[in-house]
């Protein structure tokens, strides 16, 4: 079992409607989850990131967190065409000093016009 | 603005060359990773390090190894390039918190090895 697995997609929406992502992880010790934006061609991005059960939205993005499922979405709301790119869940445990983190291989999100 | 900078964007190399990736932050970040990056692969880390001189394995480091002169220069180096190590390498940095690690990443360099 992958430790961080993603839909590889892509998840296709359109214009103004809610993009859903979703990441499942295997480590019940992981503590912090992150979401990284990739567009083709580029490096990631950090675009948000989630430590406790529950919501937490920044603008147009919403981070959803559920431990005892080991689950963790992105929902876009009023989706763009520059939103189109690849999503990247990512974990790592919080234990102090380095704390590995591990990848998803990323859903790509097209936002068809 | 937060900076992480890699030296080539393309790289074009023979197999059993030695090569040199360069990567420089200016965030005064105590970590510094390497990773590469494969089509349904994903990100898989090579090395990490957490301060200067010091270096740990990540999960793909055979073929590999880095240096870590001072905090803001982390280098990857091929020892002897070989087909499969043609990739994207991604250098990122991070600070140390209590709260994960919120990676900064440069613009990554696309290895061709020939």
């Known amino acids: 079992q992958k430790e961080v697995e993603q839909n590889s997609g892509p998840l296709s929406v359109p214009e103004g409607a809610i993009a859903s992502l979703n990441c499942t992880y295997s480590?019940?010790?992981?503590?912090?989850f992150f979401w990284y934006r990739q567009y083709s061609g580029k490096s990631p991005e950090l675009i948000m990131f989630?430590?406790?059960?529950g919501d937490k939205e920044d603008g147009r993005f919403t981070a959803q967190l559920n431990k005892a499922s080991q689950y963790v979405s992105l929902l876009i709301r009023d989706s763009q065409p520059s939103d189109s790119a690849t999503y990247l869940c990512?974990?790592?445990?919080?234990?102090?000093?380095?704390?590995?983190?591990?990848f998803g291989t990323g859903t790509k999100l097209q936002v068809i016009p | 603005d937060v900076k992480v900078t890699q030296s080539s964007r393309y790289l074009v190399k023979r197999t059993g060359e030695k090569v040199f990736l360069e990567c420089v932050q200016d965030?005064?970040?105590?970590?510094m990773f390497w990773y590469r990056q494969d089509p349904g692969l994903g990100l898989r880390l090579i090395y990490f390090?957490?301060?200067?001189?010091?270096?740990e394995k990540g999960d793909i480091p055979e073929g590999y190894s880095v240096s870590r002169e001072k905090k803001e220069r982390f280098s990857l180096i091929l020892e002897s390039a070989s087909t499969n190590q043609t990739s994207m390498y991604l250098c990122?940095?991070?600070?140390?918190?209590?709260?994960?690690?919120?990676?900064?990443f440069g613009s990554g360099t696309q290895l061709s090895v020939l």
């Open positions: 390090s957490y301060d200067v001189k010091m270096k």
């Open positions: 965030m005064d970040h105590e970590n």
């Open positions: 480590d019940r010790g992981s503590q912090s």
């Open positions: 990122a940095s991070s600070s140390r918190t209590g709260s994960g690690e919120k990676l900064f």
């Open positions: 989630i430590y406790s059960n």
């Open positions: 990512a974990v790592t445990p919080v234990s102090g000093g380095y704390q590995k983190v591990t």
